[in-house]
Structures are given as structure tokens and as C-alpha cells.
């Protein structure tokens, strides 16, 4: 089945730098790439997806880039604000399996 | 509002004892799923309906039942908990009947098994 590689686990930066998550997946069939953003003690929530006939989406501050051929895609975060801190996943979807993959997670932390 | 709901929102209950948490959603959507989520292993997937009385494993199925008799109501059943099932659990839904699409997520169920 799928496998989805996120990286880092923790990311740590000052307020109002970039951040950038990286995730790799194993299936080459899948289509669908959302990233999921889960404050502490909430329920995780869609900033951004992407699908595979394109290879960049923005919204606002929030960026994710696909790179098929090479089965990885990230999320960059730019100007980042104290509210940007929380868990964020990658997933997967469209390939052998209903449903979503998800990768573990990272803790981005914002410095004051 | 458009909203999935869970009950209970906590549970701490003992081995053994069956118990449910239902899950409901007012979206029509075809695709409910339930995820379980433990520190450092992200979001797994238990069990997912594409439709009623249509339902499938997920990644982590031990353990746990579902049924999908009515298109709003997906509730996730442990019929003898055990500790290693102590987790935080979601129920979500999603358009479409494949799951790839946006997953909107309930506010989460914290089971713990004594």
C-alpha cells in the first residue's frame, strides 16, 4: 500500500520567516495531495490541496508544490504568524487504496 | 451549519466493556471514515463506508466494527476494548465516494481503556 514520508517532525521558526514541509509517497497512481492543519486540541482542517495535473497552488501565505516524477510534494508557509503554530499532515489519495494516507505529522512551532 | 458530530466527546470506560461512539454528518456525503490518532503516528485509518451498507478495512481494523445502515450515521463499535485502543479517534466524511477529497473531521473522541 502507500507509504507517506513527512519530514521534519518538529520545525521550529522566528516569526515571520518561511517554513517549509516536505513529504514523499511510495504509490505513483495517487492524484490528490491535501495538507491538514490541527491546532491543539481541535480537529484537523484543510488549508490547501493540490491535484496532480498541476505542479504549484497558492492561497495567500500558504503554498504547496507537486513534483511527480520524483513522488514528492511541500508546503510553504510564508510570513509566518504565532497563529500559523499547530500539527500539520500531508496525505495522499487517488491511488490503489480508497481514502486518504496520511504522513505523521509536523509540529511547527513560531518564535516570538 | 454543515457539521459532523461525535458522541461522547471523552470516555474512560474498562477491558471489556463494549461500547459505541456514534458519528453523524448533515452534508450528504457518501464517504465516512474513521481515523484513530496516536503521538508520533499521525492519522490512521480504521474503517470507511463509500456508501450505506457499504463498508471497508482500513489500515488498523483489529479490534473495532462499523455499520453504515442510514447515509448520515457511521458509528464505530469496540466490542471488548482493550488498553492498546486507548487513542483519540475522528470520525470524517468527504464528498464523492472515494475519500479523495476534502475529509471534514468531527471534533474527536478521547477513549481511554482501563
Known amino acids: 500500500g502507500e507509504n507517506v514520508e513527512q519530514h521534519p517532525s518538529t520545525l521550529s521558526v522566528q516569526e515571520g520567516d518561511s517554513a517549509v514541509i516536505k513529504c514523499t509517497y511510495s504509490d505513483s497512481a495517487s492524484n490528490y495531495f491535501p495538507w491538514y492543519k490541527q491546532e491543539l486540541g481541535k480537529r484537523p482542517q484543510l488549508i490547501i490541496d493540490?491535484?496532480?495535473?498541476?505542479g504549484e497552488k497558492k492561497d495567500q501565505r500558504i503554498a504547496v508544490t507537486l513534483n511527480k516524477t520524483a513522488k514528492h510534494f511541500s508546503l510553504h508557509i510564508t510570513e509566518t504568524q504565532p497563529e500559523d503554530s499547530a500539527v500539520y499532515f500531508c496525505?495522499?489519495?487517488?491511488?490503489?487504496?480508497?481514502?486518504?494516507?496520511f504522513g505523521k505529522g509536523t509540529h511547527l512551532i513560531i518564535q516570538p | 451549519e454543515a457539521q459532523v458530530t461525535q458522541n461522547p466527546r471523552y470516555l474512560i470506560t474498562v477491558t471489556g466493556k463494549k461500547l459505541t461512539v456514534t458519528c453523524s454528518q448533515n452534508?450528504?456525503?457518501?464517504?465516512m471514515s474513521w481515523y484513530r490518532q496516536d503521538p508520533g503516528l499521525g492519522l490512521r485509518q480504521i474503517y470507511y463506508?463509500?456508501?450505506?451498507?457499504?463498508?471497508d478495512k482500513g489500515d488498523v481494523p483489529e479490534g473495532y466494527k462499523v455499520s453504515r445502515k442510514e447515509k448520515r450515521n457511521f458509528p464505530l463499535i469496540l466490542e471488548s476494548p482493550s488498553p492498546n485502543q486507548t487513542s483519540l479517534y475522528f470520525c470524517a466524511s468527504s464528498t464523492g465516494t472515494s475519500g479523495w477529497d476534502t475529509q471534514y473531521f468531527g471534533p474527536g473522541t478521547r477513549l481511554t481503556v482501563l
Open positions: 496525505a495522499t489519495g487517488g491511488g490503489g487504496a480508497d481514502g486518504l494516507t
Open positions: 493540490i491535484r496532480s495535473n498541476v
Open positions: 452534508m450528504n456525503h457518501e464517504y
Open positions: 463506508s463509500m456508501n450505506v451498507e457499504v463498508t
